[in-house]
């Protein structure tokens, strides 16, 4: 399945709210195919802006992925956002 940021509908000017919600629909594969370094690229994000659910979650994840894939899911977010 294609990833968000692959389509117009993620863009720099996303609210945190919706960030938020990408990172919910990876961790739980509601809609997209179950990824958690792509939940925690979106719960990062959301959090950067202020989210404070995403900094709880993000903090929750990182503690349940092996670091290769927290390694992965930092890259992910830092990419993104040098678009």
């Known amino acids: 399945m294609p990833s968000f940021d692959d389509s117009a509908s993620a863009t720099p000017d996303m ?12 961790s739980l594969g509601r809609g997209v195919e179950r990824d958690m370094c792509e939940a ?5 994000l959301a ?4 989210h404070e659910r995403a900094r709880r979650y993000r903090l929750e994840l990182a503690e349940e992925l092996e670091p290769r894939e927290l390694h992965e899911a930092l890259a992910r977010a830092r990419k993104w956002l040098q678009r």
């Open 15 to 26: 609210s945190a709210d919706m960030m938020f919600e990408l990172g919910m629909q990876y």
């Open 47 to 50: 959090a950067m802006r202020g």
């Open 40 to 44: 925690h690229k979106w719960f990062n």
